[in-house]
T-cell receptor, first 113, second 113 residues
Framework: ETGVTQSPTHLIKTRGQQVTLRCSSQSGHNTVSWYQQALGQGPQFIFQYYREEENGRGNFPPRFSGLQFPNYSSELNVNALELDDSALYLC????????????FGPGTRLTVT | LAKTTQPISMDSYEGQEVNITCSHNNIATNDYITWYQQFPSQGPRFIIQGYKTKVTNEVASLFIPADRKSSTLSLPRFSLSDTAVYYCLVGGGLSGGYNKLIFGAGTRLAVHP
């Protein structure tokens, strides 16, 4: 059974640029959630996708967008990058149940300069 | 979703049992209590989940009193490799409609030899 994988591991971007982060779900999982974790803080929920549809969103602006593909892999896109977007971005996959355990990937460390 | 309060940090010694208490005074009837563990540069990892009374697995025990306004994570025979941040979360109830995890700042657990 393959776990959740994310790419790239690290990324450096300039303010105003756009970035795409990728996530491959654990086999058999149809739900993907994205979280942003600033240094020293807990992860903050960005949004969740279930069967290719956005299924819920946290308090993040529209420049944070996502996609989920038929194979349940996912992308997180961030436009017009700001310095405060520097963080660890975590992807988590799960089954669709409301209390099901979420399996996290190792994250992508994004630095915006 | 209910807010949780837990110690910012705790110290323990190798081989001892560690107990972390979390307060969640506004927990809803349908909410579950879940604990995650996060090592540096890794995504959070599910430890245990419960609704009431006591739950035990191969890693930890979770004690939940009748009023469910708090919970205690018990980690037996703590080792240096267990040094991590531990998060207490409540939610996942049916009212949410989707599985969104709300993380607080967590408890930084340091183990001394």
């Amino acid at each position: 059974e393959t776990g959740v994988t994310q790419s790239p591991t690290h990324l450096i971007k300039t303010r105003g640029q756009q970035v795409t982060l990728r996530c491959s779900s654990q086999s058999g999982h149809n739900t993907v959630s994205w979280y942003q974790q600033a240094l020293g803080q807990g992860p903050q929920f960005i949004f969740q996708y279930y069967r290719e549809e956005e299924n819920g969103r946290g308090n993040f602006p529209p420049r944070f967008s996502g996609l989920q593909f038929p194979n349940y892999s996912s992308e997180l896109n961030v436009n017009a990058l700001e310095l405060d977007d520097s963080a660890l971005y975590l992807c988590a996959s799960s089954l669709s149940g409301y209390k099901d355990e979420q399996y996290f990937g190792p994250g992508t460390r994004l630095t915006v300069t | 979703l209910a807010k949780t309060t837990q110690p910012i940090s705790m110290d323990s010694y190798e081989g001892q049992e560690v107990n972390i208490t979390c307060s969640h005074n506004n927990i809803a009837t349908n909410d579950y209590i879940t604990w995650y563990q996060q090592f540096p540069s890794q995504g959070p990892r599910f430890i245990i989940q419960g609704y009431k009374t006591k739950v035990t697995n191969e890693v930890a025990s979770l004690f939940i009193p009748a009023d469910r306004k708090s919970s205690t994570l018990s980690l037996p025979r703590f080792s240096l490799s267990d040094t991590a941040v531990y998060y207490c979360l409540v939610g996942g109830g049916l009212s949410g409609g989707y599985n969104k995890l709300i993380f607080g700042a967590g408890t930084r657990l340091a183990v001394h030899p």
